[in-house]
């Protein structure tokens, strides 16, 4: 008769203890079923009846033998598949804390970053330096300031400012024509 004997370990101590486990199965089929197994084979090729129908008797407790060999393997398989489960449950845990912790937070592609703002500021700063250039040479030409009447320029600031706040990421721009 066979009994299941039970024992409580620490979860993280689970891969060394089904090593040992692991360990001792080998051991058995190693050492133990191949000196079982000689053993039949020797009463099997003896002339002596006696001897060789033991080895029916043999032949049926190396089965047994065989058979607790098989639960002791399901065991560590259950084990480590027990423990698989949980590794892999703890770690999709893990992602899903770690998606949720993103969700909070704003996506980063809605606000700009240093890099964007500082090419923006060097845009301006050369739709600037080219509107001057213009001026001076429209002054000099004599053409100055009865090119751009108020509407034009009130109309090509609030374009200008449109496509900056586009840039910078905004929803929605208002319209500063009055």
Same mark, same amino acid.
Do not use: C
């Given at each position: 008769?066979? =009994? ?13 203890e089904?090593? /040992?486990?692991i360990? $001792? ?10 000196? /079982?197994?000689s ?7 003896s002339?002596? @009846? ?12 190396f089965?047994?033998?065989?058979? +607790?060999? &098989? ?11 027990g423990y698989?489960?949980?590794?892999? !449950? ?15 937070q704003p996506?980063? !592609?809605?606000?700009? &970053?240093?890099? =964007? ?6 845009k301006?700063? =050369? &739709? ?7 001026? !001076?040479?429209? !002054?000099?030409?004599g053409? +100055? &300031?009865?090119?751009?009447?108020? %509407?034009?320029l @009130?109309?090509?600031? =609030?374009?200008?400012? /449109?496509?900056?706040?586009? $840039?910078?990421?905004?929803? %929605?721009?208002?319209?500063?024509? +009055?």
């Amino acid at each position: 008769m066979r =009994a299941k004997i039970t024992k409580t370990v620490d979860i993280g101590d689970i891969p060394s203890e089904s090593r /040992k486990m692991i360990d $001792q199965a080998k051991n058995i089929l190693v050492y133990y079923m191949p000196e /079982k197994m000689s053993e039949i084979v020797r009463h099997s090729l003896s002339s002596n @009846a006696e001897e060789y129908f033991h080895a029916i008797e043999l032949i049926k407790m190396f089965r047994q033998h065989l058979n +607790g060999y &098989d639960e002791n393997l399901q065991e560590i398989e259950n084990i480590m598949l027990g423990y698989k489960e949980y590794i892999y !449950s703890e770690a999709d845990k893990q992602k899903q804390n770690e998606y949720q912790e993103q969700e909070v937070q704003p996506p980063p !592609s809605n606000v700009p &970053d240093e890099a =964007a703002i500082e090419n923006l500021k060097k845009k301006q700063a =050369a &739709d600037q330096e080219m509107r001057d250039k213009i001026d !001076s040479f429209l !002054s000099e030409a004599g053409l +100055g &300031d009865e090119i751009y009447d108020e %509407e034009w320029l @009130a109309q090509e600031e =609030a374009e200008t400012e /449109k496509r900056q706040a586009q $840039q910078m990421g905004a929803d %929605e721009v208002e319209n500063e024509e +009055g």
